[in-house]
């Protein structure tokens, strides 16, 4: 299994461009998630996904989109990126029966936006 | 006040050293807690869950005292390998998720 992936690992974008963050697992796990993870800031969870078809927002969606169309991808869509946006993302999956904590997150993508 | 406070270290620490941390939590009704390890640059992957009488994997011990809100990890005979930065994770309520994050304590074990 190659688990939770994620791509780009690295990403520039300029202010107003927008872009897809890719995830996949392979593991048929039902929940999805994404956070991003700031110095000095706890994880943060942006949106999640309890299914395909199924999606809700997190702490901090603004500027995010999402969607689910299958149990295996969820990728996460930056509108019109701004330099508040600079992070370093992570997607996250586990299975229903799992408690909520006990989760797998991918390798991250870097995003900088200047 | 931040719903989940850890001390960010770095705690330095020689080979074979017992090291501890706590982690603080603010909501009472927080049901579950969890740590996770995070080496530079790399994902979180957890480390173990915390229960309520304790747990125990191999060097690594995680307690709960849910009367003064805190959690917390003991690392004995502490390798290099274990140099990372340890995530506290609190689940606040039930349903879905609403996992709260911890910054973070790192640890340097040294030669």
């Known amino acids: 299994n190659a688990g939770v992936t994620q791509t780009p690992k690295f990403q520039v974008l300029k202010t107003g461009q927008s872009m897809t963050l890719q995830c996949a697992q392979d593991?048929?796990?039902?929940?999805m998630s994404w956070y991003r993870q700031d110095p000095g800031m706890g994880l943060r969870l942006i949106h999640y996904s309890v299914g395909a078809g199924i999606t809700d927002q997190g702490e901090v969606p603004n500027g995010y989109n999402v969607s689910r169309s299958t149990t295996e991808d969820f990728p996460l869509r930056l509108l019109s990126a701004a330099p508040s946006q600079t992070s370093v993302y992570f997607c996250a999956s586990r299975s229903p029966g799992q408690p909520a904590g006990e989760q797998y997150f991918g390798p991250g993508t870097r995003l900088t936006v200047t | 006040r931040k719903e989940v406070e850890q001390d960010p270290g770095p705690f330095n620490v020689p080979e074979g050293a017992t090291v501890a941390f706590n982690c603080t939590y603010s909501?009472?009704?927080?049901?579950?807690f969890f740590w996770y390890r995070q080496d530079c640059r790399k994902e979180p992957k957890l480390l173990m869950s915390v229960y309520s009488s304790g747990n125990e994997d191999g060097r690594f011990t995680a307690q709960l005292n849910r009367a003064s809100q805190y959690i917390s990890l003991l690392i004995r005979d502490s390798k290099l390998s274990d140099s990372a930065t340890y995530l506290c994770?609190?689940?606040?309520?039930?349903?879905?998720?609403?996992?709260?994050f911890g910054t973070g304590t790192r640890l340097l074990v040294s030669p």
């Open positions: 593991m048929n796990h039902e929940y």
């Open positions: 909501n009472s009704a927080s049901q579950s």
């Open positions: 994770v609190v689940n606040s309520v039930t349903g879905f998720q609403k996992l709260v």
